[in-house]
């Protein structure tokens, strides 16, 4: 999940860091030249010790450096810097550590390491990387929750940067959040100056022709928008696979989390935003029959045009593998026949096991692999379709976290195009300044760590399959801040349709409504009055003024 903002960046040093596994770019505040923050993740990132030589650490949510006894620990950090952009000039530099342990010792410094080859996985005391000359010591308080070095000295722009922090101080190791962590994680923070955009043409109107030198086309008092807004949707009504002819599917799944009916949830949600959700996202797994009575009045309310996107993990209770070899057949007829019993042939979206890369067990034989799980997922759409099931739209819904996409199996999760309707994908921005993921609308579809490897998924997905319509199946903002904002979520709010308008694959846009997820995170769009105002904005578009 993440964020982004419009208004005037806090200096690198006030910045409270979070994990970042990835380059996203910070917008400062607009004029003749914009001051920007590039940040990095770590795309590797590990510890030696000394008196543990063959250990590797390269899988711990932990980096240690210091001394302990006779053990003297080193932290590695590796950054992958992407280029910032044409004409950028980089004025700062900082790597930023989130401390995980009670006590920090009283110096800590940071050094270069010339060798960029070495890997997390296979680091140890044996093979680590020779420290070369320090770059720059501080001297934190022993409860700092951060540590921020200044590498500017070192690092110009783009590239790959490997660093190593150290301690003298005895007996009072740093520990500090790995690029495995859940949040907090190593940040490269580079602070850039960006050279003024080329100014923007005048829009033209039918009776002041552009060309015309003496006549300027906008009047002082409305200067034509440096974005113009999209014209209202007219007649845009959807096809046999649900995807529109113009504009975007609104939706949403309210209420996650929570004791509240999800139709109830959706109801409150689509009052407060104040847009029908076309699409009404729920979830079932298992034996469960679906949809619910309760799902199909929601789809059966001629005020309130709304279809179902129903997420369904069918193998709930057993692995990938034993569903694809046909266990689980007597599951997945019972289903096919309550569905045409009692849903007939009105068209709705099926998610089958979302976020399957969170359940992936890569080896070989266990029954959750990438490949069992599209085997699992062709094995459901053939035998429900060999059923009589006419109306189900399939879409696969990828979880968009940076970990996961760099894994060499990911490509292997794609059960196949006769099979997928839609691409699906679930992705989260954080609003806390400097907080891990944050990001704009466009970082949240096309965040990456590491571009040899992945280019983003809304990148990866067009590339890979241009005439599969995308579905963000799950969206949402939180803010991570220790006091929360309302102008962070509306800043990232903010950026939504502009950014939206540049990716047009995009079909359907489904948030996903929660005031506590299972990490804490409160992803109400009303939480705050700013960010209720900035999500209404959205809301109100026209592009989602689709027919069903």
């Known amino acids: 999940m993440i964020r982004r903002h419009t208004r005037t960046l806090m200096p690198l040093a006030a910045l409270t860091i979070g994990a970042a596994a990835s380059t996203v770019f910070f917008a400062g505040s607009a004029g003749a030249a914009t001051t920007d923050i590039v940040r990095t993740g770590a795309g590797e990132d590990g510890y030696s010790s000394s008196s543990r030589p063959s250990f590797n650490f390269g899988a711990s949510d932990t980096l240690v450096a210091g001394r302990a006894g006779t053990d003297t620990m080193v932290t590695y950090l590796k950054f992958t810097v992407a280029n910032p952009g044409a004409g950028v000039t980089v004025k700062s530099a900082a790597v930023t550590l989130t401390h995980a342990g009670k006590t920090l010792p009283s110096a800590l410094s940071i050094s270069k390491v010339a060798d960029t080859t070495w890997t997390e996985k296979a680091l140890s005391a044996k093979n680590d990387p020779a420290v070369g000359a320090v770059v720059s010591t501080v001297k934190p308080k022993s409860t700092a929750a951060a540590v921020t070095f200044d590498v500017s000295s070192v690092v110009k722009g783009a590239g790959t940067y490997t660093f190593a922090v150290t301690s003298r101080v005895a007996n009072v190791p740093a520990r500090f959040r790995s690029a495995e962590a859940a949040t907090g994680r190593p940040a490269l923070n580079l602070t850039v100056s960006r050279p ?280 949402g903002v939180y803010d991570s801040s220790p006091t929360v904002d309302g102008r962070n979520k509306a800043d990232v709010y903010a950026t939504v349709l502009p950014q939206l308008a540049k990716m047009p694959q995009i079909k359907g846009l489904v948030y996903f409504e929660t005031a506590k997820d299972q990490n804490g995170h409160d992803i109400r769009m009303d939480d705050t009055p700013e960010a209720l105002a900035g999500f209404k904005k959205i809301a109100a578009d026209p592009r989602f003024n689709v027919k069903l």
């Open 196 to 475: 003024a955009p080329a100014p923007t043409k005048p829009v033209a109107t039918p009776t002041k022709p552009v060309a015309t030198p003496t006549k300027p086309v906008a009047t002082p008092t409305k200067p034509a928008p440096t974005t113009p807004a999209p014209a209202p949707a007219k007649d845009c009504k959807v096809d046999a696979k649900l995807v529109p002819s113009c504009g975007v599917l609104w939706g949403a799944a309210a209420g996650g989390f929570s004791d509240v009916p999800r139709d109830e949830a959706l109801k409150t949600f689509e009052q407060k935003s104040g847009r029908t959700s076309t699409v009404y996202h729920t979830y079932h797994k298992g034996d469960e029959l679906f949809p619910t009575k309760n799902e199909m009045a929601m789809t059966s309310d001629p005020a309130n045009p709304r279809t179902l996107m129903l997420n369904w993990k069918v193998a709930y209770g057993t692995k990938w593998a034993n569903v694809a070899d046909g266990e689980q057949d007597a599951r997945i007829d019972r289903l096919s026949t309550f569905i045409k019993t009692n849903y007939g042939t009105r068209k709705f979206f099926m998610v089958l096991h979302h976020e399957p890369e969170n359940d992936v067990v890569a080896t070989a034989g266990s029954g959750m692999t990438a490949k069992d799980y599209a085997a699992m997922f062709r094995h459901t759409v053939l035998r429900m379709k060999a059923n009589g099931v006419t109306n189900a739209v399939f879409v696969v819904a990828y979880m968009n976290y940076e970990k996961w996409n760099n894994m060499s199996w990911w490509g292997d999760l794609y059960p196949g195009d006769d099979v997928v309707d839609w691409v699906g994908v679930d992705t989260y921005n954080n609003a806390q300044p400097g907080g891990f993921h944050t990001g704009d609308f466009n970082y949240m579809m096309n965040r990456t760590n590491n571009p040899a490897k992945f280019p983003g998924w809304y990148t990866w997905a067009t590339t890979n399959h241009p005439a599969k319509p995308i579905m963000v199946a799950e969206w």
